[in-house]
């Protein structure tokens, strides 16, 4: 039998409710499953689930598959009266309110105390710092160990800086364990199609047949992100990539995470982010980048070198004089002038940053935006057969927040979906 594990599946189901269909397994499509099953309607009725998508978790590494390539940490750019975002990210205090509020932040740091770093998850001191700006957003003030630093404690050219406990996630860790909770969940009941869909109305194509069974979906969960630029019946032209660019580099002794934000975040992610993400294996990713529009999927040489130039100023310590071996011949004068003495030390115009023997894999990725944020909402029903439903529920475009959010908007994806059904 087919089930969650597996890779692709051609199973279809027989029995004789209707389906749900939850389009899309990156980060969005895995936590809405999860919730869907954890639900008492899906644990007392037990309808077919399947899930279908293009890509999975173990699939090598593709721009158009935002969730694997995210740093990712948690670090809302929720607005001060953004009250929706806030409620997604949000982290409460650790009392009652924690049975009953699933969001990003609680569910991820109680799955942290639980599971340790075999969750996919790391507990540090984050760092956060502003140029041009004298303000933090109130949403961190609800982490623990919230604290302003002190002007004496901060780099000169820093005008505000605060720290306090957040979160990074290992991608890869994080979505096999979303595999195998549904797995569990469902008593591997369900079905994971490799299978692109070029609309909604082919759902009820033999080939979606083939799949999910001739009984038209009772819903469909759209968790396309990017995709749904594309997606027929959906094709959403407010969504737009924003490329980004970020470096995996080995580094093990780095076990705080440091941002700085250049300019306003502008209600999202304005401004120039510079980051720091160490992950529990010792790999830490270094960004960034937000290139809006730009399709390009492969990195650029001068973005590169630029990260490895900003992250060294928000973090030295990436760089100890006895950590880094430094390269044996200059990048323009190969054989002829070996480099000595420390690579910080060196000149400015040195053309091979003194990051780069550590560079492990440099990978660019499209996150998922859109003009009026993360689309959470009902749609219009389509008729798959004539006089027969199917409700559709968006849960796309979350941008650069999908990872921290991802709770909060499968919560209300899934109360939506009851809602409908
Ligand atoms: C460089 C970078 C850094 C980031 N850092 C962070 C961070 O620190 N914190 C944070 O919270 N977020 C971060 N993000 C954003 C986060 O990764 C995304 O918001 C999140 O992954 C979106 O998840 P998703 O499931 O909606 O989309 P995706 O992961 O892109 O998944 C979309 C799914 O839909 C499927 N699909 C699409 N169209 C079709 C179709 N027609 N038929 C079948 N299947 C289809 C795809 O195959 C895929 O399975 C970052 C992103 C990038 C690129």
Redesign the pocket.
């Known amino acids: 039998m087919a089930s969650a594990s597996a890779s692709a599946t051609t199973s279809t189901s027989t029995g004789t409710q209707r389906p749900i269909v939850i389009?899309?397994?990156?980060?969005?499509?895995?936590t809405t499953a999860v919730q869907l099953l954890e639900s008492e309607f899906y644990q007392s009725t037990r309808p077919p689930v399947h899930i279908?998508?293009?890509?999975?978790p173990n699939d090598p590494l593709d721009?158009?598959?935002?969730?694997?390539?995210?740093?990712?940490?948690?670090?809302s750019f929720a607005d001060d009266n953004d009250e929706r975002q806030r409620r997604w990210d949000r982290k409460s205090p650790l009392d009652d309110r924690l049975t009953e509020s699933r969001t990003?932040f609680l569910i991820m740091y109680e799955e942290w105390r639980k599971l340790g770093e075999s969750s996919g998850l790391m507990a540090l001191k984050q760092t956060e710092m502003f140029v041009g700006e004298t303000k933090h957003l109130e949403i961190y003030e609800e982490h623990p160990d919230f604290t302003v630093i002190e002007e004496s404690q901060r780099p000169k050219y820093v005008d505000h800086a605060v720290s306090f406990t957040s979160l990074?996630?290992t991608?890869l860790v994080y979505l096999n364990r979303l595999l195998t909770r549904i797995n569990a969940l469902s008593e591997h009941q369900v079905f994971i199609h490799r299978?692109?869909?070029?609309s909604l109305s082919a759902l009820s194509h033999p080939s979606s047949q083939a799949i999910i069974g001739d009984r038209p979906p009772s819903a469909v969960i759209v968790?396309?992100?990017?995709?749904?630029l594309?997606?027929g019946g959906v094709e959403d032209q407010t969504v737009v990539p924003?490329?980004?660019?970020?470096i995996k580099v080995r580094a093990p002794w780095i076990r705080s995470g440091y941002t700085r934000q250049v300019g306003s975040l502008t209600g999202s992610e304005g401004g120039e982010r510079t980051?720091v993400?160490p992950r529990p294996d010792g790999e830490v990713?270094l960004?960034?980048?937000r290139e809006i529009g730009d399709w390009f999927p492969y990195p650029r040489e001068e973005t590169s070198q630029d990260i490895l130039r900003r992250v060294l100023e928000i973090c030295p310590d990436l760089c100890p004089k006895h950590k880094i071996a430094p390269p044996l011949v200059q990048a323009q004068n190969q054989m002829e002038k070996p480099i000595t003495g420390h690579p910080l030390d060196r000149d400015e115009g040195t053309a091979i940053s003194p990051l780069q023997s550590l560079v492990v894999q440099t990978?660019?990725?499209?996150?998922?935006s859109r003009e009026l944020g993360t689309r959470l909402e009902r749609g219009p029903d389509l008729e798959l057969e004539e006089g027969i439903q199917t409700a559709v529920i968006y849960?796309?475009?979350?941008?650069?927040?999908?990872?921290?959010?991802?709770w909060g908007t499968a919560e209300d994806a899934v109360d939506l979906l009851l809602q409908a059904i």
């Open positions: 389009l899309g397994a990156g980060v969005i499509g895995l279908v998508t293009d890509h999975l721009a158009k598959y935002a969730s694997t390539i995210a740093g990712a940490h948690h670090l990003a990074t996630m991608p299978h692109h869909l070029s968790c396309t992100g990017i995709g749904a594309t997606l924003a490329r980004g660019q970020v980051y993400i990713i960004g960034g980048t990978l660019v990725g499209f996150r998922p849960n796309y475009g979350h941008g650069g927040a999908g990872w921290q959010s991802c």
